[in-house]
């Protein structure tokens, strides 16, 4: 795919949400991170269902560390591996109280270095919270990276790099929140919706549906 055909993709997808966001409800940086930490193998949605009573009770690394893990879990069974998750949201909460005064730092080695924290969640977080200019790259964009052949690679870290390539400037900042949600909802895994879709023209993708 040649650079004029990649920025007509990502303008269309810019015109038609010009203002792309998470779909994860929080209200600061650290419900964020134990948000994008929970939605591992589950969905926004029911990621949403169970924050809505654990940011209430816990919204704070402080109060998260106070709640315990028996108390996360209660909140949080409902979410596929609840049990690993609520161990890790807890421990993650102590250590930002220990290395970083409770904040949540804006750096990819310190996210990293947090339990249940991997390269995907943390540039979820260094994008949404922290405003840089970061590709997280999660199934449905590397599928629909590979499928429309807007950055292919065999790896999730090779699309990765390929779209931080590939990716215009102005574009960047807003390209996962674009691209994630168009595979969840246009370019589906099982069947895309290609009468629906505002870049079907421009896809490269061979076995368009009708």
């Not at 596929?80 to 730092?105: C, M």
């Not at 804006?106 to 390269?119: I, S």
């Not at 949404?128 to 292919?152: M, S």
Request: proline share 5%.
């Amino acid at each position: 795919m040649n650079a004029a055909k990649r920025r007509q993709i990502f303008e269309r997808l810019r015109a038609g949400n010009p203002h792309p966001t998470t779909e994860l409800h929080y209200a600061t940086p650290f419900q964020l991170l134990v948000a994008v930490v929970l939605s591992a193998q589950a969905t926004d949605k029911s990621v949403n269902l169970a924050s809505a009573t654990l940011f209430p009770a816990a919204g704070t690394p402080e109060r998260m560390l106070a709640l315990g893990e028996a108390g996360v879990k209660e909140h949080i069974r409902r979410i596929g591996l609840y049990q690993t998750k609520a161990k890790n949201v807890v421990a993650l909460s102590r250590l930002l109280i220990e290395r970083h005064d409770g904040e949540v730092p804006a750096a990819r080695e310190a996210l990293e270095a947090l339990p249940g924290v991997g390269r995907k969640t943390a540039n979820v977080v260094l994008n949404t919270a922290f405003g840089q200019p970061t590709i997280a790259v999660d199934t449905h964009i590397f599928r629909v990276a590979n499928r429309i052949g807007l950055a292919p690679g065999k790896t999730v870290l090779e699309v990765e790099n390929r779209l931080l390539k590939v990716t215009p400037d102005e574009f960047r900042h807003d390209a996962h929140h674009w691209l994630i949600l168009h595979g969840r909802y246009v370019c589906k895994a099982r069947k895309p919706d290609c009468l629906r879709c505002t870049i079907a023209d421009l896809c490269e993708y061979r076995e368009k549906t009708a």
